[in-house]
């Protein structure tokens, strides 16, 4: 059964960094393209960074910019997200998912919907 398990959300103040893992079981992560995507209670998922199989292509949404780091490292089976200056609007729940293994490219990553596996969510709170 494959699953992804996300950890190192948290309560962090303006400014500060988080890292967030996101571990793969069942299977190797090295086959799939990961994103990380952002829920808001009330907003609409948001798609926050991509990854591809091959780690040489990496996509992120526009506020994130400079500020975000995604990387993978497939020998641990695990995906970071590494969150610097962190502000208030990035707050929410944070989920890593799998794209199809047919997808080479961050095809899809916009909206998530073609994502097969999708991990149980960190929560990512950044309050003064």
């Known amino acids: 059964q494959v699953q992804l398990a996300e950890s190192g959300g948290g309560l962090v103040q303006p400014g500060e960094s988080l890292r967030l893992s996101c571990v793969a079981s069942?299977?190797?992560?090295?086959?799939?393209?990961i994103g990380w995507f952002r829920q808001v209670p009330g907003k609409e998922r948001e798609a926050v960074s991509c990854i591809n199989r091959n780690e040489d292509d990496a996509y992120y949404t526009g506020p994130v910019k400079g500020r975000f780091a995604i990387s993978r490292d497939n020998a641990k089976n695990t995906v970071y997200l590494q969150m610097n200056s962190l502000q208030p609007e990035d707050k929410g729940v944070y989920y890593c998912?799998?794209?199809?293994?047919?997808?080479?490219?961050?095809?899809?990553?916009?909206?998530?919907?073609?994502?097969?596996?999708w991990g149980q969510g960190a929560q990512v709170t950044v309050s003064s």
């Open positions: 069942g299977t190797a992560v090295g086959y799939y393209g």
């Open positions: 998912a799998a794209a199809p293994p047919t997808y080479y490219s961050c095809a899809g990553w916009r909206t998530g919907n073609d994502y097969i596996y």
